[in-house]
């Protein structure tokens, strides 16, 4: 199974962004799908994650504003990111589980910076 992540990028505070991931290969039942990052210098850390019932959760830090969903076309999953803050600065990773095992996306580079 791959993880093919896109979308990151350089945008100012208060800007918007949008990820996307698309999972290939011998494809299992995902349940769940969503989104880590790692700051510099720290660990990685849960963002979003969207079961395969459609139950989402999301880190204290973007409750308001990111918004994860999975895509209509199978083992897609997306992250809506708004009213972007310097601290939103990360890789940005996609993740997938399939009961105890865990599938990661390469990363993709969000900077936040005027």
């Known amino acids: 199974v791959q993880l093919q992540a896109s979308g990151g990028g350089l945008v100012q505070p208060g800007g918007s962004l949008a990820l996307s991931c698309a999972a290939s290969?011998?494809?299992?039942?995902?349940?769940?799908l969503g989104w880590y990052r790692q700051p510099p210098g720290k660990q990685r850390e849960l963002v979003a994650a969207m079961s395969d019932t459609g139950n989402a959760n999301y880190a204290d830090s973007v409750k308001g504003r990111f918004t994860v969903s999975r895509g209509s076309v199978k083992n897609t999953v997306y992250l809506q990111m708004n009213t972007l803050i310097p601290e939103d600065t990360a890789v940005y990773y996609c993740?997938?589980?399939?009961?105890?095992?865990?599938?990661w996306g390469q990363g993709t580079q969000v900077t936040v910076s005027s």
């Open positions: 290969g011998s494809i299992p039942p995902f349940s769940t």
């Open positions: 993740h997938a589980s399939s009961g105890y095992v865990h599938y």
